[in-house]
Every structure is written in C-alpha cells, then in structure tokens.
C-alpha cells in the first residue's frame, strides 16, 4: 500500500517561507520521480516541482527561483523549501511519486492527506 505523509505546512506572512516535507512507503522511492503537487479550492491539483532519482529537477514557472525541491532516498523522504512566499501559493500540498503526467490522471487516487500552506498578505 503506498502512503504519503505531508508535514510542515501552516500560517506564514507574505514573504516568509516554509519547508514541507513528505516521508514515503510502500513505493520503489529510490528509483522513481517525486513530486509536490498543489490544489487551491476550486481548482484542478497541479505539479508545483518534481525531482527525479538523478536529482534533476523541474519547477512550475509560478515558483521558479522561489522554492527548491530535494530528496532523501535513504529516509524515503522528500522536501519542498518555499521562500518569498505570495498570497497565490495558498493551497493544500501533496506528495506523490511517478511521472507527473501519469499521477495528474483523474484515475490515481493514491494521495495522502497534504498539508496547509497559507499565505496572508
């Protein structure tokens, strides 16, 4: 059974940071891709970074030069440090493990909680 724990979300002001972290079980985790993946109310869940077992990493061009994702195959574990924080980065967090296209499917149900990031400004 493949699990996802989120942690570290919480209240920031605008400009502040965060550092979320994601422990991962029941997946290959060393050998596949990681991601951070985000879902504001109303909206369709969207891929904010994606790291993969190489370390080469993609961000969604709103968080570029603002978060940093990395990885720690030995903890199975994953992190997202979001600095210069902005209102519109409000949103709950999830972590997830594969090819992003494939895990954005409607069919994937393997989420884990997330975790609440929220901004004010």
């Known amino acids: 059974q493949v699990q996802f724990v989120e942690s570290g979300g919480g209240l920031v002001q605008s400009g502040g940071s965060l550092r979320l972290s994601c422990l991962a079980s029941g997946t290959t985790f060393s050998i596949n891709t990681m991601g951070w993946y985000r879902q504001c109310p109303g909206k369709q869940r969207e891929l904010v970074a994606s790291?993969?077992?190489?370390?080469?990493?993609e961000y969604a061009e709103s968080v570029t030069g603002r978060f940093t994702i990395s990885r720690e195959n030995a903890k199975k574990a994953v992190y997202l440090q979001m600095n210069s924080l902005k209102p519109e980065d409000t949103a709950v967090y999830y972590c997830n493990s594969g090819p992003p296209a494939l895990v954005l499917r409607p069919e994937n149900g393997f989420w884990g909680q997330g975790t609440q990031v929220t901004v004010s400004s």
């Open positions: 790291i993969t077992k190489f370390g080469s990493t």
